[in-house]
């Protein structure tokens, strides 16, 4: 079998990777503990996100030499640069953004200045901005919601695999950039470089790839945002994530030693079907990867042992995003205090609401094309399940509003400065900031998802030491995904004055992530004999009428027996997602901690043992 890497002299030898950031605003401890870790060979870096290039967009159309991250140079690189080349350290991140080049010329520079001389590696190609005319011609249709191609879009990315930056690895390059990869390939294609890897070794490349899902999102999978976080201890401290890959596809994660957080299998599942939908079809470039036997072992305290994914092969086309500005958007919040202040709160956001659109209306603006008024403390977002909220003596406002016109927007944030002296009594607009400022009107991007075959994007690149190399990928094969949805809830008989009736949070742990307007939820039993009780009580009917105000397409259901879990899909359940949507959790990172207050029934006798 034909390799696609060579293997490095140490490819016998577990490979040690770091996951030190997680999306564009991460914070430097990551990089600071890493760098530290004896051993270390790999640092992995992720700064997009399915929106992240519309931001980016903007920033190279103000100025050509912008357009990736920023901080990766100036602030990650800027500490660490000098310890990764004592150390022999290697460094694969996404931070190109739309212009990886860029981004290696403004290393190189900083290089300059520190005395390092590191080989610095770019990978080209994701941009295919060029073709959607031609896609939006024959028809082409968003993969989530049927929805024509939009005109003027500002980025069009696919989303690359990892063998790029394998090649990049083996020829040299100590550090590589990329630009649009999906998230796994940095952590994938240090891995396909290490261990010599072929493109057809597909169970490998899945273990990779969870691999690099662990490691994406940092702290994730060390405790951060754990369903039990009163037994997460130091979050000022928390460790990043640290994998030593062995060569038969297994792997071991842990954090470094003195660091705080908490690795236990559950901490490690959750990240597993963490903004996943079927995991027995994890659609990647390079891999489909099926998760449903991955299994978590406790291997040493704050260690964990992960093995069981299985993969085949790749599909014949690339995901594409796509971005365009859908007129502006600006969010108010006025603080209200002392007695009734929901009441309060909500009758200022409303008397704000309406100002605005009768201001608008004298001005020869139209009305907002969307507006939302919600008050934060009194459990909108959980619609007809919300406790009581009467009592509370503090709460905020907040009004959401769309148009056309950044000027009608512009007035709109003035006039909510008014609240704080016009209205209830103890409101306080803006915040210790802003307190004479207004709210920002800021552009509104909108997402467009499409598929694009491999053949029709031409062949990415690697470019290093002023010579440009293109890297061959395979061509996939055309590939209906199938929903390989969960069997029927089991039957259990129901005696009920044996049973109790309690939270699910007692029975299980979850987690829930964003996919554009689609939510998934995992639940996960904290015991195996517990899970026949938790699909009974929660399935797709009672998931779909208990988050009805919140979700308007279906609810699917997959199972992930390895991990004794279920993970539920909730299609457009975020009011159009990301900056488009006008919730207060547009990326439904709380829709789990809802769900976990539902109420499942079991014996007594289960429940006693269940923590």
């Not at 959401?400 to 009594?425: I, K, N, Q, T, Y």
């Not at 552009?443 to 499409?450: D, E, I, Q």
């Not at 993970?567 to 829709?591: C, E, I, W, Y």
Request: proline share 6%; with cysteine.
């Amino acid at each position: 079998m034909t390799l696609i890497s060579q293997p490095t002299t140490t490819a016998a030898q577990p490979a040690i990777l770091g996951g030190a950031c997680a999306f564009i605003g991460d914070s430097v401890l990551g990089p600071r503990q890493l760098v530290q870790v004896p051993g270390m060979q790999y640092l992995v870096f992720d700064y997009l996100s399915e929106m992240t290039l519309s931001s980016m967009a903007r920033a190279k159309t103000r100025d050509p030499s912008q357009g990736y991250a920023n901080d990766f140079v100036d602030v990650t690189l800027a500490e660490i640069l000098p310890a990764c080349a004592e150390r022999g350290i290697r460094l694969v991140a996404n931070a190109g953004g739309l212009n990886p080049r860029a981004c290696a010329e403004a290393i190189d520079a900083l290089q300059r200045r520190l005395g390092t001389a590191l080989t610095v590696a770019y990978v080209e190609g994701d941009d295919c901005l060029a073709l959607m005319n031609a896609l939006r011609a024959e028809g082409a249709a968003d993969f989530y919601t049927g929805a024509r191609m939009p005109e003027g879009l500002d980025s069009a990315n696919a989303y690359l695999g990892a063998l790029p930056i394998a090649r990049a690895l083996d020829r040299g390059a100590d550090i590589v950039v990329t630009g649009r990869i999906v998230d796994s390939a940095t952590t994938l294609g240090a891995l396909i470089h290490h261990f010599g890897w072929s493109a057809s070794d597909f169970d490998r490349l899945a273990a990779g790839s969870l691999a690099g899902h662990l490691l994406e999102c940092g702290a994730q999978a060390t405790g951060g945002i754990h369903t039990d976080w009163q037994d997460v201890p130091d979050w000022e401290n928390i460790g990043y994530p640290v994998i030593a890959f062995d060569r038969d596809g297994s792997f071991s994660l842990g954090k470094p030693d003195g660091t705080g957080g908490i690795v236990r299998v559950s901490t490690v599942a959750e990240q597993v079907l963490y903004e996943v939908g079927d995991p027995a079809s994890y659609v990647l470039p390079d891999v489909v990867c099926d998760f449903t036997q991955v299994r978590i072992a406790q291997e040493a305290p704050d260690r964990v042992r992960v093995a069981g994914a299985r993969g085949r092969a790749p599909s014949d086309s690339y995901k594409v995003s796509a971005t365009w500005q859908d007129g502006y958007r600006c969010v108010a919040q006025v603080s209200v205090f002392g007695i009734d202040a929901v009441k309060k709160a909500r009758r200022t956001g409303e008397a704000l609401l309406n100002r605005s659109r009768a201001l608008l209306g004298q001005a020869g603006f139209g009305d907002f094309d969307k507006a939302a008024v919600t008050v934060i403390g009194a459990e909108d977002g959980y619609g007809p399940h919300a406790g009581e909220g009467g009592a509370l003596r503090e709460a905020v406002a907040r009004v959401a509003v769309v148009h056309a016109s950044d000027a009608a927007l512009d007035m709109f944030a003035r006039e909510s400065r008014a609240c704080g002296v016009s209205w209830a009594p103890g409101s306080t607009a803006g915040s210790a900031l802003t307190l004479n400022g207004k709210p920002a009107v800021e552009p509104r991007y909108r997402l467009f998802t499409c598929l694009l075959h491999k053949a029709r994007l031409p062949l990415p690149a690697v470019v290093m030491r002023g010579e440009r190399e293109s890297v061959e990928i395979p061509s996939g094969a055309p590939m209906a995904i199938a929903q390989v949805l969960s069997a029927s809830s089991p039957t259990i008989d129901t005696p009920p004055e044996d049973w109790v009736e309690v939270p699910l949070i007692q029975l299980a742990y979850a987690r829930s992530g964003d996919k554009g307007d689609h939510s998934n939820v995992a639940i996960f039993a904290r015991r195996p004999e517990l899970l026949p009780y938790i699909e009974r009580a929660i399935d797709e009917r009672t998931l779909a009428a208990y988050l009805a105000h919140l979700v308007k397409g279906r609810v699917l259901k997959y199972d992930a027996p390895g991990l004794h879990a279920i993970n539920f899909v909730l299609q457009h359940a975020l009011d159009g997602g990301g900056p488009t949507s006008l919730r207060t959790d547009p990326l439904g990172k709380g829709m789990a901690q809802m769900v976990l207050g539902m109420t499942v029934r079991v014996p007594a006798g289960l429940v006693e043992n269940a923590g």
